[in-house]
T-cell receptor, first 114, second 116 residues
Framework: EAQVTQNPRYLITVTGKKLTVTCSQN?????MSWYRQDPGLGLRQIYY???????DKGDVPEGYKVSRKEKRNFPLILESPSPNQTSLYFC?????????????FGQGTRLTVV | AQTVTQSQPEMSVQEAETVTLSCTYD???????LFWYKQPPSRQMILVIR??????QNATENRFSVNFQKAAKSFSLKISDSQLGDAAMYFC?????????????FGKGTRLHILP
């Protein structure tokens, strides 16, 4: 089954404690991206990657890191989380080239930083 | 920079009626793609419909159709025969078709309520 898998689904952590949210896709998509969703603000792109070892900042990259060492994985790293990073996070992947396909989304990660 | 605007934060429609959600975007590109996504209470993001800018024909998927006006940069979603299961947050999204340095840009969403 074609899917994007995010883990964990829920996470409560304390300020400053490094965390990683994993994202993996099994569709051989080149494009992967991370979003945060906040009430009234929609989905805002944090980082995206158009292929292995190629990453670019989205609209809200501050406080986040990503890596793309393999095509299927695109982890989101919060080196020193702060309460303003409390949000719902989504990972997504797409196929592009001749045509852009839809973005396939993970199930979301609800992060709370206290 | 490209932007996507959904001017209706919330809408309500009576069950079985028709509703139209608006979306406008700003771009200088000629080749791009537009999407509508549905997010029900389960939080899962589900593709509703996809439109290629180079196609003049409006995309349709069963009860869902779009009115794509390229010159006006407008991409509205029409839901016919509304059902209770259509209640959700709907997001309009844009991506350039250049195939390099492409960001997928979402609007802020429209919450749709279905009244029984």
């Amino acid at each position: 089954e074609a899917q994007v898998t995010q883990n964990p689904r829920y996470l409560i952590t304390v300020t400053g404690k490094k965390l990683t949210v994993t994202c993996s896709q099994n569709m051989n998509h080149e494009y992967m991206s991370w979003y945060r969703q906040d009430p009234g603000l929609g989905l805002r792109q944090i980082y995206y990657s158009m292929n292995v070892e190629v990453t670019d900042k989205g609209d809200v990259p501050e406080g986040y890191k990503v890596s793309r060492k393999e095509k299927r994985n695109f982890p989101l790293i919060l080196e020193s989380p702060s309460p303003n990073q409390t949000s719902l996070y989504f990972c997504a992947s797409s196929l592009y080239g001749q045509e852009w396909t839809e973005a396939f989304f993970g199930q979301g990660t609800r992060l709370t930083v206290v | 920079a490209q932007t996507v605007t959904q001017s209706q934060p919330e809408m309500s429609v009576q069950e079985a009626e028709t509703v139209t959600l608006s979306c406008t975007y700003d771009t200088s590109e000629s080749d791009y793609y537009l999407f509508w996504y549905k997010q029900p209470p389960s939080r899962q993001m589900i593709l509703v419909i996809r439109q290629e800018a180079y196609k003049q024909q409006n995309a349709t998927e069963n009860r869902f159709s779009v009115n794509f006006q390229k010159a006006a940069k407008s991409f509205s979603l029409k839901i016919s025969d509304s059902q209770l299961g259509d209640a959700a947050m709907y997001f309009c999204a844009y991506v350039s078709g250049r195939g390099r340095d492409d960001k997928i840009i979402f609007g802020k969403g429209t919450r749709l309520h279905i009244l029984p």
